[in-house]
């Protein structure tokens, strides 16, 4: 099955825990999103994760960042179920239908390159409320938050006030830090849709 179904991971830091979730969620044929794909790690999982007949949308709006992508993509044999996008998040509902299974943000900047480009908190917000009224019930959004770089307090407060203000008729929310992490070590928020 690919690098989906080797061994079981360290579930240290944000990204290894979406991961887990999106195993535990992702089947073969579903539809899926990753909101931000920069090297490709995420979109590469969730192509192994829906298979050949699933489809991923992946969002970047930096070139390098779809390029990386698609070079990976490419060299693993899995770009024919990928969407590549150049184009922000916050447009995400542009392209995307309604019936996703799941969503991973990774918010920050594109490891490996400039550390001045970041998300931004209101394009960020915009695109889960767009990612969230796409999700099927049961789905899941993953968000992968980093503070430890400029703005990236301001935007985990964003992200941790639109999670906040969803319905928990409709939604479930948790929030995941590491105890034994400085606070500036990145975490996890996990929404998921109930109807």
Known sequence: MGKAGNKAESLRGAVPLSHYFLKERVRPGD????????????TLLLAELVGEGGTVWAFDVQPR?????????????????????????????????????????????????????????????AALGQAAELLVPGGIVTIALYTGHAGGPQEA?????????????????????????PDTAPYLVLVERIR
């Open 31 to 42: 539809l899926v999103l990753d909101a931000t794909c920069g090297n490709g790690l995420d």
């Open 65 to 125: 960042a779809i390029a990386a992508t698609r070079e990976l993509l490419e060299r693993e044999g899995r770009l024919a179920q990928v969407r590549l996008i150049e184009a922000g998040h916050e447009r995400l509902a542009d392209f995307v239908p309604q019936g996703i299974t799941a969503v991973a943000f990774n918010l920050g900047y594109l490891p490996g390159g400039d550390t001045g480009l970041v998300t931004d908190p209101a394009n960020t917000v």
């Open 157 to 181: 407060a964003a992200v941790e006030g639109w999670a906040a203000s969803l319905h928990p008729g409709r939604f479930n929310v948790w929030r995941h830090r590491q105890l034994n992490r």
